[in-house]
């Protein structure tokens, strides 16, 4: 069932009340909300869209392509967020702003030599599996310096920072490591890239459960759904 606009605002003012108190008592900056549309239909995205959020979060490719088709009068940015298979690259490269989910070298090579050269570079995020956990994606911080130094000399592409997802913890304090964990390698990276490269600036971090601690530890994007959209079915 769509959503109405009502549940709609009210969703978006508790997301937007819960991360001005968490940059209020963190002393932090306010990160950019994406809201990730996964399984919601291009008319919840529209309603959305119409309270002024720009930015929508997809991971299943044809899924994202059949609501694009739907939504060309909207001025969105689309940010790719799930898993991707090499055959699927070049449909990634052609049709969204932002990838954050490049978690291979190789992906990143041919997203950059499938980039098509009239539009913008395509803005991208390493993922990294900070809880090294076999049945995710991502680099391991281990081998996030060298890919990180060789990714952002590819052409067609803009390296901007890192994602995660971490495994569910249930406190705060717990939630939080995993993220300072993930800040304290993209300033690591940042010291080590090679001169005119621009620095990386984002941090994407932060589902609906773990809003608070993302941005306690210098989120710069938020990904949330359920929070804004409600459970999915
Ligand atoms: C689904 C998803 C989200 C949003 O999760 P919610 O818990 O619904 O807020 C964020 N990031 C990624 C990569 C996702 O797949």
């Not at 539009?119 to 060298?146: R, W």
């Not at 890192?162 to 964990?181: D, N, W």
């Not at 994007?221 to 999915?232: C, E, K, Q, S, V």
Request: proline share 5%.
């Amino acid at each position: 069932m769509p959503i109405t606009e009502q549940q709609i605002a009210v969703r978006l003012q508790d997301v937007e009340k819960r991360i001005s108190l968490t940059c209020q008592t963190h002393k932090c900056s306010t990160p950019s909300l994406l809201a990730v549309s996964k399984t919601r239909t291009a008319e919840s995205i529209r309603t959305l869209y119409s309270s002024a959020i720009k930015d929508f979060g997809e991971n299943y490719l044809q899924e994202a392509l059949d609501k694009q088709q739907q939504l060309t009068d909207c001025d969105i940015h689309w940010h790719f967020i799930g898993p991707i298979q090499s055959n699927k690259s070049r449909a990634v490269a052609e049709h969204f702003h932002w990838v954050h989910s490049v978690d291979r070298l190789k992906l990143a090579k041919r997203l950059s030599n499938q980039r098509p050269p009239t539009l913008p570079f395509l803005q991208i995020c390493l993922q990294i599996n900070i809880d090294n956990e076999t049945s995710k994606s991502g680099f391991t911080v281990n081998e996030a310096v060298s890919a990180a130094i060789e990714i952002s000399q590819l052409p067609n592409l803009r390296l901007r920072g890192l994602m995660c997802i971490p495994q569910k913890r249930e406190t705060l304090a717990k939630q939080r490591q995993p993220f300072a964990k993930i800040a304290a390698l993209l300033s690591t990276i940042n010291h080590q890239l090679p001169g005119g490269i621009p620095k990386l600036d984002t941090l994407s971090m932060g589902m609906s459960d773990d809003i608070e601690a993302a941005i306690a530890e210098g989120a710069t994007i938020i990904r949330i759904g359920t929070a804004l959209f409600g459970p999915r079915q």
